[in-house]
């Protein structure tokens, strides 16, 4: 359904991305792993159309997406949750999740107030609290939330365990895993490896901006060298 | 009883007119980022295409509906040509490109509807006055009112309760996450562009009523809705809304009760507000830190080179009075005059990375102590330009101290408003300063005995002044404190963090560049032998920004070039057609959005690539 095709990045004069590759089947879950700077969040970055890749190509659904705006993308059915969460702190909390809510194609499967409610409690309860008056873990879960609210067929998330208390780590995971349940395909960002392999059906490790591992939890789990090489700290 | 209620309600009225001009400027910068210096154009057209849709139709109510749609259509096209592809660049590219257009609009309104006042009445139905229990009261007026209260309901229930209001709120809160989650980023720009140039409009139609039209009604709103602006806190509609009726009314009290200091009481009213709250009554706290300055030339020690070819320039700056008449001599004195005055706004915007939009006010001081001093005291011109020198450095050091609190906007804002402080001084305190009918300089001194009557020894006098403050503010720079300053404009933070005392350093830039503002002032008056409050207004302010930036900020020799390619061009311009306003705001519109930098830092970039090949 997406299918990135060595795209290479840059941020200004400096060549961040050299050729990286990677696709996504309907309703896996994709994790992008590596070390600070290895170009993970540069990839999701190029992939929501925030970086233009040049040259390389992304089709999604079939469709020639590089260059399309990040708007644009969103109103494909991107749903983009990114590292710093990107909470708006002057809109309460329901604002947040309506303001730029689509409706989904109907069924039980479309995301609405009340069931985004359900999946989190924690949100219910603070609807009229502003933005910025939100924990770390009730952002985190905002953002997902709100992303979410665009009926998304694709969820990109940039680190959603960073910074939080292992509990609330856990309670993310557990809402990824019944996302994946529900059939939405994902890409998640990740350095916390055990919940990369608590959800992930595939995983890339980058290195300087290269893809320099693919394979499945089962083989990366095998593979001491890219483990050590690349993942340890 | 009666008079003081008939004031509150004339203060309602213009606090209501302001905030017409307020919320589009506020909700503009909240979103944007962008200060329009156009917002006051805007304001004159709603007022004067009013007019036309009037007397085409007959109907009031018709031109007060409709005036503000082409006005709105035009704010958009000049956001889409022009703003657009400034937003990667700083605040400073896009004030500049917004005071050009100025120009035009201005030019536009004088050659389509002339020069002369114009009225438009009321309507039929509103022509009356009321009588309500307090008194009688004009009709027009109390509609007014209540029609301003009932726009500023629309427009929170329109921000706080809808899903669109949501969305600019978003926007203003992180533009670059609304986009990813489905906003039309560049859209919603133009439309909150094009709504806030449409209050303008309405309320120059509105306005005109009871102000009349006239060519520069457009400064006359822009600087109180800035003043509100700074007062209410940038980018709040609430602050808006406070800010221009605490103005409307302390403005309308003060001329009716306090004649002599009506103009200072707003002014003073802004200090009260920003000395106990920076950033305004509703305001977010400013961060320096997001304010990027757009001027990265850099300055480079002078090699042999530039020694070679500044000694060349000199020699043939030299030679050239003895090839030209008596008037191209007066006109490159008068050059190098404003290059002074360039050069120390260049010293301040280039180098420190403060934009002032206020520095005329150091200039008038300058020439004022040389008038004032002359005709009261006697006293030599000569030491009325060292006196106004040091006036000069300690008004700046004043003004400075508020400003230098401030960085980017606010600044700008400050600076602004200050200047206009000292211009209604000098136009108000007719008995020392003359007015607007200025101070006639009693005695032309002589240079080293020579009269400056004569053409070439002015030309020497100003020359020897400009290679003196070149050669002062180049050591300057060359040494440690210019490297300072530099770095404040690089990165204030850091500079910090490496123990510089940034807002003492900032305050000096602002001493200097005023004390060599006032040098040039002082040299002006006796250059000009004349000097009126229309050499202070705050668009003088803006001939020296464009001045400087047309010829390259952040370079000395920038600034010199640019003040004499405008002169050249106002001299010359003008004296083939009238519409050498136009003609100057589209070369300078033009310049901003190709020459980022500046002629000559185009040229040097040109010539490091072709060093660097």
């Known amino acids: ?233 | 009883m009666e008079l003081f209620v008939a004031q509150l309600l004339n203060g309602l009225v213009y606090g209501v007119l302001l905030f017409l001009m307020a919320a589009g400027l506020s909700l503009i910068f909240g979103l944007m980022n962008v200060v329009s210096l156009a917002h006051g154009s805007f304001f004159m057209l709603g007022a004067y295409l009013g007019l036309a849709i009037f007397k085409a139709t007959g109907s009031f109510w018709l031109a007060f509906v409709l005036a503000p749609i082409p006005v709105a259509g035009i704010g958009i096209v000049m956001e889409l040509l022009f703003l657009r592809p400034l937003y990667r660049r700083g605040h400073m590219d896009q004030v500049l490109l917004t005071f050009g257009f100025t120009f035009v609009f201005l030019d536009l309104v004088q050659t389509i509807w002339g020069r002369a006042v114009l009225h438009l009445w009321a309507p039929a139905g509103l022509h009356g006055i009321v009588h309500i229990g307090l008194g009688v009261f004009s009709a027009y007026r109390l509609f007014l009112i209540g029609f301003g209260f009932a726009i500023a309901l629309v427009l929170w229930l329109l921000l706080e309760r809808s899903r669109i209001g949501a969305m600019v709120r978003a926007g203003v809160d992180n533009a670059i996450m609304a986009a990813g989650l489905g906003a039309n980023i560049p859209a919603l720009f133009s439309g909150i562009f094009g709504f806030g140039v449409a209050l303008a409009a309405l309320g120059g139609i509105a306005a005109a009523p009871i102000l009349g039209l006239y060519p520069g009604m457009d400064s006359e709103i822009l600087i109180p809705a800035f003043i509100v602006i700074v007062i209410g806190g940038m980018g709040s509609l609430r602050g808006a809304f406070v800010g221009s009726l605490l103005i409307g009314i302390v403005d309308t009290f003060g001329k009716a009760y306090f004649q002599g200091v009506a103009l200072f009481l707003i002014y003073l009213a802004m200090l009260a507000v920003l000395l106990v709250r920076p950033q305004g009554l509703f305001g977010i706290k400013y961060s320096d830190a997001s304010v990027a300055p757009a001027v990265t030339t850099t300055s480079r020690p002078a090699s042999l080179q530039t020694r070679t070819s500044e000694l060349g320039v000199l020699v043939a700056l030299l030679i050239l009075p003895f090839l030209m008449g008596d008037y191209p001599r007066a006109l490159v004195s008068e050059i190098f005059i404003f290059a002074i005055f360039a050069m120390s706004l260049d010293l301040l915007l280039g180098f420190t990375g403060l934009m002032s939009l206020g520095h005329a006010a150091f200039f008038g001081l300058g020439a004022y102590a040389v008038a004032i001093l002359g005709t009261q005291f006697e006293l030599n011109a000569w030491l009325g330009v060292a006196a106004g020198v040091a006036i000069a450095a300690c008004g700046a050091a004043l003004i400075g101290f508020f400003c230098v609190r401030t960085g980017g906007i606010p600044f700008l804002m400050l600076t602004l408003a200050f200047s206009q402080l000292v211009f209604s001084v000098a136009l108000k305190w007719r008995d020392v300063t003359g007015g607007s009918d200025g101070l006639t300089i009693a005695e032309q001194p002589s240079f080293f005995g020579f009269s400056l009557s004569r053409s070439l020894v002015m030309y020497f006098m100003t020359l020897s002044f400009f290679a003196l403050t070149y050669w002062v503010l180049r050591r300057l720079l060359n040494a440690p404190l210019g490297h300072a300053f530099v770095g404040i404009r690089e990165n204030e933070q850091r500079m910090m963090a490496v123990g510089y005392p940034t807002r003492a350093y900032k305050l000096l830039s602002f001493t200097i560049a005023g004390a060599i503002a006032g040098l040039a002032g002082g040299l002006y008056a006796i250059f000009n032998g004349f000097i009126s409050s229309d050499a202070i207004y705050w668009t003088a302010s803006g001939d020296i920004l464009i001045m400087t930036m047309l010829g390259g900020a952040g370079t000395l020799v920038g600034p010199a070039i640019g003040t004499a390619l405008f002169l050249l061009m106002k001299n010359v311009v003008s004296s083939y057609s009238e519409h050498w306003l136009s003609i100057i705001g589209a070369i300078f519109i033009c310049c901003v959005m190709f020459f980022s930098g500046g002629l000559w830092g185009a040229a040097q970039k040109l010539q490091w690539r072709r060093v660097a090949k």
């Open chain 1, 1 to 233: 359904m997406l299918e990135v095709d060595a795209i290479n990045a840059y941020y200004g004069d400096s060549h961040i991305l050299h050729g990286v590759s990677l696709s996504v089947r309907p309703g896996e879950v994709v994790c992008l792993l590596g070390r600070n700077g290895a170009g993970k969040t540069t990839t999701i970055l190029t992939i929501m159309g925030y970086l233009q890749p040049r040259p390389g190509r992304i089709r999604y659904k079939g469709r020639d997406i590089a260059g399309l705006p990040p708007y644009a993308l969103a109103r494909l059915g991107f749903g983009f949750v990114p590292q710093e969460r990107g909470i708006f702190p002057s809109l309460t909390v329901r604002e947040n999740l309506t303001v730029f809510a689509r409706t989904g194609r109907g069924g039980a499967g479309s995301w609405t107030l009340p069931r985004i409610f359900e999946l989190f409690p924690a949100l219910q309860a603070r609807q009229r609290n502003l933005g910025f008056q939100l924990s770390g873990g009730e952002q985190q879960m905002l953002s997902i939330a709100r992303a979410l609210m665009l009926n998304p067929s694709l969820l990109l998330l940039d680190e959603p365990s960073e910074g939080l208390a292992p509990i609330i780590v856990q309670q993310i995971i557990e809402v990824l895993l019944r996302l994946k349940r529900e059939g939405l395909a994902i890409v998640l960002v990740e350095q916390n490896l055990s919940a990369a392999f608590a959800v992930g059906d595939r995983h890339h490790v980058m290195n300087k901006g290269e893809i320099c591992f693919s394979g499945s939890t089962a083989q990366l789990e095998r593979d001491d060298f890219v483990l050590r090489e690349y993942l340890s700290v």
